[in-house]
């Protein structure tokens, strides 16, 4: 089963081995009524869509060789990019770097090519990537933000030795993410309402990684809806600013970023580099020939800003991020679509929705946001 992006923490309890799940508290007081989102279509600023690199059977974080080269494969991560970018190419480079030395080639400069050009710098290597496309034109560009590992695996597709490594990556990408909180990268921690289907005194998946977890039953939140809800606080990042800067780290730290658009392995294979990592996303698929590699479409309306939502939701009626360049609404999940533009009809709809979720906020008196 493909888990649509904001339901994955509400399907299963157990996505990691020897992790340990927690059972959400029931929060006691209601909160004051929080700020409704403005939602017309006069306050759209943008339409985007992106494709999502979705393999059921997760990631790719594997060594092979290709003539005198050693390849490591770091892709695959559907619409978990940014939330396991650290950890992943942390898992990349601990293959690649034991027992190398001189230069190291990176393929693609989104999020996954800058975290790993980043870290094996950091490891004192000299870096060149090859890119089609770099900041702001890349698909992690178009991501939402939201640290949560959503929609990149099928629970029935994936091996024990995988759950392993996702473990390993989400620990690391947790601790990273949490030391580059700030201004500079555009990362802050927001709290989040999800509906959720696990009812309270059930365990919560990936507890762990979200902290104040807690319950709040109809009385307590001002949601359309009749179903569970939990609070917990996460880290978004404004991908725009957060790209961008690691990008100015990767040129300040010595790295060279070069125009290429490499079509065949023969194309890798002339590289003079003779480590390269691979962070293709989606291209990996006719690059390297995985064809278990497809597109996971995903389209957003983004509004107006609006500085005094500081809060974020995500449920039936799709998501909604709070940002500085604007709030992020969405989304579609459509598996098996190459073209990244956004459709009217759907946009229309996630604009309806969206609508509806807050318009239809039960506020007392004294407390209309």
Same mark, same amino acid.
């Given at each position: 089963? %493909? ?30 009524? &929080? ?6 279509? !006069?306050?759209? %600023? ?11 059977? +997760? ?36 293959? +690649? ?12 400069? +989104? =999020?996954?090519? &800058? ?6 710098? !950091? /490891? ?30 099928? !629970?029935? /597709?994936?091996? #024990? ?60 939140? #001002?949601?359309? =809806? ?5 609070r917990f606080d996460t880290m978004y990042a ?13 040129? =300040?730290?010595?790295?060279?970023? $070069? ?17 390269? *990592? ?7 698929? /006719? ?8 597109? $996971? ?7 107006? #800003?609006?500085?005094e939502v500081r809060y974020a939701f995500g ?11 604007? %709030? ?21 709809? %996630? ?5 509806? *979720?807050?318009? +239809? ?6 407390? /209309?946001?």
């Amino acid at each position: 089963m %493909i888990l649509p992006r904001r339901q994955l923490l509400a399907a299963a309890p157990l996505l990691l081995p020897a992790c340990t799940v927690s059972r959400p508290r029931a929060a006691a007081a209601a909160p004051a009524c &929080l700020p409704r989102v403005h939602v017309a279509p !006069e306050r759209v %600023i943008r339409t985007i869509a992106g494709l999502r690199p979705y393999r059921a059977s +997760g990631f790719v974080v594997r060594a092979d060789r290709l003539d005198d080269k050693k390849i490591v494969h770091n892709y695959g991560h559907g619409g978990a990019g940014i939330t396991l970018s650290w950890g992943t190419s942390r898992l990349a480079i601990d293959l +690649g770097l034991p027992g190398h030395a001189g230069p190291v080639a990176v393929l693609g400069a +989104g =999020i996954m090519g &800058l975290t790993t050009a980043r870290l094996c710098q !950091e /490891a004192g290597y000299q870096v060149t990537l090859y890119a089609k496309a770099r900041p702001p034109h890349t698909t992690s560009n178009i991501a939402g933000g939201q640290w949560e590992p959503a929609s990149h695996f099928a !629970e029935e /597709a994936v091996t #024990p030795a995988w759950r392993d490594q996702y473990a390993r990556a989400l620990d690391y990408s947790w601790r990273r993410f949490q030391i580059m909180v700030g201004d500079d990268y555009g990362i802050r921690w927001v709290p989040t309402y999800q509906q959720t289907g696990t009812p309270p005194g059930q365990p919560q998946a990936l507890a762990r990684y979200m902290p104040g977890l807690h319950y709040l039953d109809r009385a307590a939140h #001002p949601f359309p =809806i009749d179903g569970h809800v939990i609070r917990f606080d996460t880290m978004y990042a404004e991908t725009g600013r957060l790209l961008r800067k690691l990008e100015q780290d990767v040129l =300040i730290a010595g790295g060279t970023i $070069v125009a290429r658009d490499l079509a065949t392995q023969a194309d890798v294979a002339a590289l003079p580099e003779r480590l390269v *990592f691979n962070c293709t996303g989606l291209g990996a698929a /006719a690059l390297f020939g995985d064809a278990e590699l497809v597109p $996971v479409r995903g389209q957003l309306a983004v509004l107006l #800003p609006q500085p005094e939502v500081r809060y974020a939701f995500g449920g039936r009626m799709g998501y909604m991020f709070p940002r500085a360049d604007g %709030i992020l609404c969405g989304g579609t999940f459509e598996k098996g679509e190459y073209a990244a533009e956004p459709q009217p009809d759907d946009i229309n709809r %996630i604009l309806s929705r969206h609508a509806a *979720f807050f318009g +239809g906020f039960r506020c007392g008196a004294g407390q /209309a946001g």
